[in-house]
């Protein structure tokens, strides 16, 4: 029999391409009558991708393709430079799946497409071809259900985004709560943003059903409110997480992955304090100084990932700081007056970091990956969003699922890089202690959500079972 080819474009960005390629491979182990190919799309002029792709283990199953890298304009538009990588990649998608359906490369029955939540202009590709596509969506569902309502309330009742902000706050299906305005994502507030988040939610609904890297027990509310909204009910959502990156990176940076680990290896069980916002978060000098304050006036042990940020008006990665910069930054003594309790890296490993016993708690931006991860290892989260959807993913810890600790739920980093205010020493310090409280309601419920976690996808869990489903319908297209 013809096994079902699934392929796969997920975004360039690291964040999204490894949930991406969790679930890749989870379909083919799951499924011996799935092939998947993988289209991989990169920004012009980097390589941070090749270390994923490159470990993928290359089968009969799974197939990676490197699409020729489509150099843009020196002067195109960074918000618009993903958008224009993308049409102008288009051909080149064409042309690999009209080599996988025919001739040579034939191996399968092309049967769906599987693109990212940033990537729905390729559902245009997947009509073409005539096959349903669904979006693997990298966030939470009560995120999508935001987003998805969101573009009902401005296509039907024409509310935009300066009516918005006359609000304090707004009921929302997939949240229990009101959700206070200065918690919903910068897309969706901005004026300059309304005709990016407009054609991203339009995107999304022209997909024939929603893969989430969620899973049912952690947002029952928000997986109810699609079956039961008449807004929401008519797009089918697959909730199959959590998708984490399981994969010990190697060690890079000045720092050595052994060093941390080893150093954790002697603290005391729950007692150290992680601080990482993610692989594009960072702060200018002021904010760095106020943390360095924190954590030296509540006396705990900490790991602190530390990124300088980019150059002004790029879209480049925050780097590493050489150490001269660094002890320029910090206040004056801090590294000599903390070497004992705590580490400074730059580069982290996240998933092991969170995974040791030593570690008790999480000052985090609430990217989605993290949360996960967060909870998957037990461990809860201070929450610090900085952009995107991460106020609405720290509202939603703190306020509905009681999992995490408020440090600054309605701090905002805009696109020049500049943040809406400073947050002080003792906010930061309070949410470190009240994060690293064992006896906590927060600590408790994070554990508990934690075993779930680590059954929805097995066999009989609620993962496990929306991806029977998704499977199911896959196949029945070669089938039918």
Not at 355 to 381: D, K, M, Q, R, Y
């Amino acid at each position: 029999m013809n096994k079902a080819e699934v392929v796969f474009i997920p975004f360039p960005g690291l964040s999204h391409l490894v949930s991406t390629l969790e679930f890749a491979k989870l379909l083919i182990n799951r499924d011996n009558r799935l092939r998947v190919t993988v289209l991989v799309i990169k920004f012009p002029n980097t390589a941070e991708t090749d270390v994923f792709t490159k470990s993928l283990p290359i089968t009969d199953s799974l197939h990676i393709i490197n699409l020729p890298e489509c150099p843009l304009p020196s002067n195109t538009n960074p918000r618009s430079a993903m958008n224009d990588l993308l049409e102008a990649q288009k051909p080149n998608v064409k042309q690999a799946i009209s080599n996988i359906t025919t001739g040579e490369g034939k191996h399968g029955h092309l049967a769906a497409f599987i693109v990212d939540m940033f990537c729905t202009t390729m559902i245009d590709v997947a009509k073409e071809f005539s096959v349903p596509a669904f979006v693997f969506f990298t966030s939470g569902i009560a995120s999508l259900g935001l987003f998805l309502h969101l573009h009902t309330l401005r296509e039907q009742d024409n509310i935009d985004s300066t009516q918005l902000l006359q609000q304090n706050e707004l009921a929302i299906p997939t949240f229990a709560n009101l959700v206070p305005i200065n918690s919903l994502p910068e897309a969706v507030i901005y004026k300059e943003r309304e005709s990016f988040f407009m054609n991203f939610a339009k995107g999304l609904k022209k997909a024939n059903g929603i893969i989430v890297n969620s899973f049912e027990e952690l947002e029952s509310h928000a997986v109810h409110s699609f079956f039961s909204h008449p807004d929401l009910a008519a797009l089918p959502i697959y909730p199959v997480g959590p998708m984490l990156n399981p994969k010990k990176p190697e060690s890079k940076g000045n720092l050595d992955y052994d060093d941390i680990i080893k150093w954790l290896d002697d603290q005391p069980p729950s007692s150290v304090v992680f601080l990482c916002f993610g692989t594009r978060g960072s702060f200018h000098d002021d904010q760095i100084k106020e943390i360095a304050l924190a954590i030296e006036n509540s006396g705990t042990r900490f790991i602190w990932s530390v990124r300088k940020p980019s150059p002004k008006g790029t879209m480049v990665a925050p780097s590493d700081y050489p150490l001269s910069d660094l002890n320029s930054v910090l206040p004056k003594g801090f590294l000599d007056r903390t070497i004992d309790i705590g580490k400074i890296i730059s580069w982290a490993p996240q998933t092991e970091i969170l995974a040791h016993p030593a570690t008790g708690g999480f000052v985090s931006h609430c990217g989605w990956n993290s949360t996960l991860e967060s909870i998957n290892f037990g461990v809860p989260i201070a929450a610090w969003p900085l952009y995107a959807e991460q106020p609405s993913n720290a509202f939603q810890l703190v306020y509905e699922l009681k999992m995490g600790v408020e440090i600054a739920l309605d701090y905002k980093v805009v696109l020049s890089g500049e943040s809406n205010y400073l947050v002080t020493a003792d906010k930061i310090e309070r949410g470190i202690r009240n994060v690293l409280d064992k006896d906590g309601e927060v600590k408790k419920k994070v554990k508990e959500m934690s075993e779930k976690s680590k059954k929805t996808l097995l066999e009989g869990g609620s993962s496990y079972i929306y991806v029977s489903r998704l499977i199911d319908y896959i196949v029945n297209q070669v089938s039918n």
